[in-house]
Nanobody, 119 residues
Framework: QVQLVESGGGLVQPGESLRLSCAAS????????MGWYRQPPGKERELVAT???????NYADFVKGRFTISRDNAKNTVYLQMNSLKPEDSAVYYC?????????????WGKGTQVTVSS
């Protein structure tokens, strides 16, 4: 089992920045990808950004140019630098990790961290 713990959420004003962190622990074989998803109030969970072990990244269109995902493979940690935050970025942000064991890939989720952007 892999445990994911997110941190760094909070309340900020529009235009400000936040940095989210997610650390993986437990019985880890090979985390091939990590990512961030978010769930705004009353809406479904959506992709924000992902990063592979080789550091290939993928972003949702609504965060391109504002958010940056990065990871520290040695620490099994992924980060999300969020700049120029907007009220519509308010959501619970979830960390995801894909752990490969042989030919099987297991997906894990963190419990989420709240981000609120409001003046």
């Amino acid at each position: 089992q892999v445990q994911l713990v997110e941190s760094g959420g909070g309340l900020v004003q529009p235009g400000e920045s936040l940095r989210l962190s997610c650390a993986a622990s437990g019985t880890i074989f090979s985390i091939i990808a990590m990512g961030w998803y978010r769930q705004p109030p009353g809406k479904e969970r959506e992709l924000v950004a992902t990063i592979t072990r080789g550091e290939s990244t993928n972003y949702a269109d609504f965060v391109k140019g504002r958010f940056t995902i990065s990871r520290d493979n040695a620490k099994n940690t992924v980060y999300l630098q969020m700049n120029s935050l907007k009220p519509e970025d308010s959501a619970v942000y979830y960390c995801n990790a894909q752990d490969q064991r042989g030919f099987t890939i297991h997906g894990y989720w963190g419990k989420g961290t709240q981000v609120t952007v409001s003046s």
